[in-house]
């Protein structure tokens, strides 16, 4: 399951995020801003619960999130959208997945992995700017099972039809959030048109 958030202010920074000429300073603020569009989205079916909240005239009907949020960057691009999901729910715990893809077979190795302990109950959303073969998420997403998580989103930058396939086939039950699916990758296994290295373009290790 997939979905590809539209909307005029999503396209004109991913416009902006995609030129060469944006250098790391701009492409952390544009990945912060889009990550924030998307998740807006990808949150919309969230758990709420009822609470009365006092104003200064009268008791409110009001409802706030009834979740369990672990959010799970998978380093190191996705530490560039950790910042915009933990605005929208400061509340949320935070897991770490260290993947690092082999330049020649574009398989992830795992270096490092950092969950919270209870994992079970809540939503997991793992974020990582580029969802190209698929790889490596298809990994985040074996790492969260294993521990037991049940509901598992994904929301990333930019990904292509050839990821979502991998994703879909592997885990179907999982739901990803993008703000745009590319035509493909290329012989690299690069996005195309895409953005380039999400991780060297956010910290400036070009
Ligand atoms: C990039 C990207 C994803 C992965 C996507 O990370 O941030 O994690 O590649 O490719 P895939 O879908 O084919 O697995 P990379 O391994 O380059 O590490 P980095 O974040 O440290 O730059
Ligand atoms: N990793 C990136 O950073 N970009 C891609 O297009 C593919 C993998």
């Given amino acids: 399951m ?3 958030v539209k909307h005029p202010c999503i396209q004109h920074k991913l416009a902006l995020i995609r030129d060469v000429g944006s250098g790391h300073k701009i492409f952390r603020e544009l990945a912060t801003e889009i990550t924030m569009f998307v998740c807006y989205e990808a949150l919309k079916n969230i758990r709420l619960k ?3 909240v006092e104003t200064p005239l009268a008791v409110a009907k009001c409802q706030m999130i009834d979740e369990d949020i672990v959010v799970v960057p998978i380093l190191r691009a996705g530490i560039g959208m950790l910042d915009a999901i933990l605005s929208l729910i400061p509340s949320a715990r935070v897991g770490f997945v260290g993947l690092e893809r082999d330049e020649e077979t ?3 190795t795992t270096y490092y992995k ?3 302990r209870q994992i079970r109950d809540g939503i997991s959303i793992i974020v990582d700017p580029m969802l190209a073969t698929g790889g490596s998420t298809i990994a985040a ?3 969260l099972k294993e521990q037991g998580a049940e509901r598992i989103l994904v929301v990333c930058i930019v990904t292509c039809p050839e990821g979502l396939k991998a994703v879909g086939d592997a885990y179907p039950d ?3 959030y993008t703000a745009s699916i590319d035509p493909e990758l ?4 690069y996005i195309v048109p895409g953005l380039g ?3 060297d373009r956010l910290y400036g290790t070009i």
């Fill in 2 to 4: 997939y979905e590809e």
């Fill in 197 to 199: 290295d999400a991780g």
């Fill in 141 to 143: 997403i074996r790492m």
């Fill in 106 to 108: 574009a398989l992830p």
């Fill in 114 to 116: 950092k969950m919270p």
């Fill in 174 to 176: 999982v739901h990803i």
């Fill in 186 to 189: 290329n012989d690299k296994k």
């Fill in 50 to 52: 009822d609470v009365d």
